[in-house]
């Protein structure tokens, strides 16, 4: 029996010539990324060392990454006090793939690790965040942890007693629409898989849409697998992967990529034709909760947000100035923007964009998670509504449990900014 | 006997258990005071100690789904609370074995609040109705760190085993 992208990863890792569903595996790590939670990883970090005699040391600075995202810059005396304490780690244990509060090279963890080149396909990828599974996009195994199974990693080196996950095969067929892309295509298949249907699972993703969409692309949709309860999401490696690496993460070493047996076993098979897709709303308060646009039109909005790991990136802005350029927004709903990564703030500041969202009345904010998680700026008044293009719309998810999320793309955000309801994005102009 | 304190409904979040904008705080000897904050009457109890170590919170499916922030867990286990569940989202469970807080999956559960409970090893009975539901059995690779107290002693004598 052959193997799917995931075990044969997992086989490499753990240094088995093969590995089935069920396995249990203890992979080596080959990054393991942390944000502001490195906070806590350090204590637990510092707790398994409690007592054994032996120095705190981790097993290989080299493969922790370390960025600051979730509240940049600090937002409290609390928060910049932890930034503090995992910089004097960063600088005590030698860690280099470390991204601080910059305009240069700072941005969302998510962003960061593909945009320097840190993940190849084929790496083992833990990180303390659920949109871990971004990665999967440059066709690495990579899921989300807790911050104590992330002080082990960076103890022992491995991810300790990992069950060999089964996979789902998506299969993706048909040429988007205009107006309609990668989030509607992620979204449907939450709606369809359900918010639990991929629990303990992995996400495989083939067909010609997925071959021809840009890594861009492929990020949103391995970055939102997790809302369907999935392990991970992952793209084999191709043409485009090393094309991304090369060309935007300047990587020079060889990329191998992994791809699955043509005789790999797969727990379930999705189809999906995308040619005749309405762009996707899911409505507060499920990810799963999702439906085509025209049941949902209408809606008075009050905070327009495009920007995260999920939508901020260059093409998402660059759709949005677009239908933005020369409009403006709605008098009564406030639009911000925050770009994924200051690399990508500088180009869209040299390509115009900036100005021209700006031009239209959006706030256009640092490089960071902002608004998304509800812990720092831009959060919802009492009983107000979102559109977002951001992961998630869990009740008090934007910092207050009276407010409603509705998540699109980047285009429906757009549109409805221009209205002040939501608006779709194939009928304005 | 352990009596049910809180039925919730399905998908039940991270986001829900320990809201995002508490993130800043970390500490497992910190973390419980925001334990279902927007939930304030429950929240309050929680604080109050109002229930007795060993209380049932119990889910429905896909119960921790969301955010892997582990203050979720913490945040429980500080108040000696156990969670009986129809389903459980995978970061959450394992983060409850890693930090050894009772999590218990049993798709059929039946109860109300104030209803109590007995957990044994492979079921979850209900005295007050006297209806019995099946556990789903943690996988057996996760018994090493419950058996340990938890992924920090587990981890702790890994690495001691390896310098030896």
């Known amino acids: 029996m052959g193997m799917t992208v995931v075990e044969k990863i997992l086989a490499r890792a753990a240094g088995l010539p093969s590995v089935k569903v069920g396995d249990v595996v203890e992979p080596q790590v080959d990054l393991a990324m942390s944000h502001e939670n490195a906070a806590l990883v350090i204590n637990q970090f510092q707790e398994v060392f409690q007592g054994t005699g032996l120095a705190p040391k981790v097993w290989d600075p080299s493969k922790i990454a370390i960025i600051f995202d979730h509240r940049v810059p600090a937002e409290s005396p609390k928060t910049a006090t932890n930034h503090k304490k995992i910089r004097d780690f960063v600088k005590a244990n030698g860690i280099t793939k470390f991204h601080d509060v ?32 971004s990665h999967g996009a440059l066709g690495a195994f990579s899921f989300g942890v807790g911050a104590t199974e992330m002080a082990s990693a960076w103890a022992l080196g491995i991810a300790v007693n990992i069950e060999v996950p089964a996979t789902i095969k998506v299969v993706v067929k048909g040429e988007f629409p205009p107006m309609v892309g990668p989030k509607d295509l992620i979204l449907h298949l939450i709606g369809k898989l359900t918010a639990q249907g991929a629990n303990f699972k992995v996400l495989e993703f083939h067909g010609e849409t997925i071959r021809k969409m840009s890594t861009s692309g492929r990020i949103a949709i391995c970055n939102m697998s997790v809302e369907a309860g999935a392990t991970s999401g992952i793209v ?67 905070q327009i947000v495009i920007g995260s790991c999920t939508n901020g990136r260059l093409d998402d802005l660059e759709q949005a100035a677009d239908i933005l350029r020369g409009k403006k927004v709605a008098e009564g709903t406030r639009m911000l923007v925050f770009p994924a990564s200051s690399k990508i703030f500088a180009k869209a500041l040299d390509k115009g964009l900036i100005h021209d969202l700006m031009k239209a009345g959006a706030v256009v904010m640092n490089s960071g998670c902002g608004p998304c998680l509800g812990v720092h700026e ?52 | ?69 582990e203050q979720a867990c913490s945040t429980l286990k500080g108040h000696e609370v156990a969670v009986v569940a129809k389903s459980i989202s995978r970061i959450f469970l394992q983060n409850s074995i890693n930090l050894g807080l009772q999590v218990v999956i049993c798709p059929g559960i039946e109860a109300s609040e104030g209803d109590e409970l007995e957990i044994t090893a492979d079921q979850v009975f209900n005295k007050t109705t006297g209806k019995a539901f099946a556990q789903v059995k943690l996988p057996a690779a996760r018994k090493g760190i419950m058996d340990a107290g938890g992924l920090i002693p587990y981890t702790r004598a890994r690495l001691m085993a390896k310098q030896a």
């Open chain 1, 378 to 429: 831009g959060a919802l008044g009492d009983g107000e509504t979102a559109l977002s293009t951001t992961n998630r719309n869990f009740k008090g998810r934007m910092g207050n449990p009276t407010g409603f999320v509705y998540l699109c793309s980047p285009a429906v955000a757009a549109a409805s900014a221009i209205t002040g309801v939501i608006t779709d994005p194939r009928n304005s102009n």
């Open chain 1, 236 to 302: 084999p490696g191709d043409e485009e992967t090393v094309r991304y690496l090369r060309e935007e993460a300047g990587v020079t070493e060889a990329i191998p990529c992994v791809t699955p047996d043509a005789d790999a076993a797969y727990v379930q098979t999705v189809e999906i034709d995308v040619s005749n897709l309405a762009p996707q709303i899911a409505c507060p308060h499920m990810v799963d909760n999702v439906k085509p646009i025209d049941q949902v039109l209408g809606t008075k909005i009050q």
């Open chain 1, 102 to 133: 910059r305009g240069d090279v700072g941005g969302i963890c998510h962003q960061i690790l593909p945009e320097y080149g840190y993940v190849r396909p084929g790496f083992v990828v833990l990180g303390t965040d659920s949109h871990t599974t």
């Open chain 2, 1 to 69: 006997m352990p009596k049910v304190i809180i039925k919730l409904e399905n998908d039940i979040s991270t986001d829900d258990i320990y809201p995002g904008r508490f993130m800043a705080t970390v500490l497992p000897t910190e973390t419980p005071q925001f334990a279902f904050f927007d939930r304030t009457e429950f929240n309050a109890q929680l604080k109050a100690k109002t229930f007795p170590a060993g209380s049932i919170i119990v889910g429905g499916e896909n119960f921790g789904c969301g955010s892997s922030r």
